[in-house]
């Protein structure tokens, strides 16, 4: 099974990558933002007590996305594969995947980490939330925040993943086609 971690900052392109390698792969998507924010549109609980914590920037609970996470994981055991998208983002996060996975007979086979630099990230987003409509996309502020978030509580994740010899750095600056051929080359290395 070919489990990967698509990572990196909020803008680094894991969405439009992600799209591109489940085709290419036939890999089941796991996006913890496309989630919530399906779960925001239906109005649930989940919903609204996500929205105000992604309106501000922070990260929602570790409890809430792993749930979400094994869900997923345990309707789909015929699976080729998955590709994380967004999750995990704690080093908690990733212990318990590495659990679940374990239970499933399976584990992660790479960390694949987008690498952008932040004022590329910033002028990305605030691009995107002239189309998006989501307040975390048009607010400087907020995408700075949300940038820091991801630099104090997620990107020691690359220490973990480094440590099981399976992260690898993808530069994600280029048309999008030739990061996907990176991303590839990469994955079929493996």
Do not use: W
């Not at 089941?28 to 649930?44: F, N, Q, V, Y």
């Not at 007590?49 to 055991?77: F, H, Q, T």
């Not at 630099?117 to 995408?143: C, F, M, P, Q, V």
Request: proline letters at 3%.
């Amino acid at each position: 099974m070919l489990n990967i971690v698509l990572f990196g900052p909020p803008g680094s392109g894991k969405g439009t990558q992600s799209q591109l390698l489940i085709n290419q792969y036939n890999l089941i998507h796991l996006s913890t933002g496309d989630i919530l924010r399906g779960e925001i549109a239906k109005g649930t609980k989940l919903g609204q007590k996500a929205k105000s914590i992604m309106d501000r920037g922070d990260l929602v609970p570790d409890e809430v996305v792993i749930g979400m996470i094994r869900s997923i994981l345990e309707k789909n055991p015929n699976a080729t594969g998955f590709i994380f998208d967004g999750f995990p983002r704690t080093t908690t996060q990733a212990e318990f995947l590495d659990q679940m996975l374990d239970e499933l007979n399976t584990s992660i086979s790479t960390m694949l980490s987008l690498e952008v630099d932040e004022d590329e990230l910033t002028k990305r987003l605030l691009e995107r939330g002239k189309s998006s409509g989501r307040a975390d996309d048009a607010n400087e502020y907020i995408i700075r925040n949300r940038i820091k978030e991801y630099n104090n509580k997620t990107a020691p994740l690359k220490e973990f993943y480094t440590q099981q010899y399976k992260l690898q750095y993808i530069e994600g600056v280029g048309s999008i086609n030739a990061i996907n051929a990176k991303l590839c080359e990469a994955i079929d290395q493996l």
